[in-house]
């Protein structure tokens, strides 16, 4: 099977999408271990970056909204999920044929990996 350029062009913004969501995820952790870190009740934690227009507060969600789904078989459940969602895309993307599609496309699908 032949995979177009357009499908191609989802797959790339897919990849910049991954790769943009780990980088800033990196930074995140990074600006929180930094020297300025005040550490608040309930796990919640600071870090002043440019105070008091710019705070990063990092706060471990372990499932999706409120924490639903959170830990054990419901993790594995969402990310089998979330895989089968970017399959799916990635599939999609293959049938497209508006640029527009496409992009949108490899956004979701890109969000959906990243948060795997």
């Known amino acids: 099977m ?6 191609l062009g989802a797959y790339g ?5 991954i790769i943009l969501d780990q980088l800033t995820k990196a930074w995140v952790l990074g600006a929180i271990d930094a020297a300025h870190i005040s550490n608040i009740p309930d796990g919640y934690r600071i870090a002043e970056v440019a105070p008091p227009v710019f705070n990063l507060t990092y706060v471990l969600n372990t499932g999706v909204s409120f924490g639903l789904f959170g830990g054990g078989a419901g993790r ?3 990310s089998v999920f979330s895989v089968v969602v970017a399959g799916l ?4 993307a293959t049938r497209a044929d508006r640029r527009l599609l496409i992009a949108a496309i ?10 795997v």
Do not use: H, Q, T
Request: overall charge positive.
């Open 2 to 7: 032949k995979i177009s350029r357009l499908a």
């Open 13 to 17: 913004i897919a990849l910049a999408v």
């Open 76 to 78: 594995w459940i969402l």
């Open 89 to 92: 895309l990635a599939w999609w």
């Open 106 to 115: 490899g956004l979701v699908m890109g969000g959906a990996i990243g948060n």
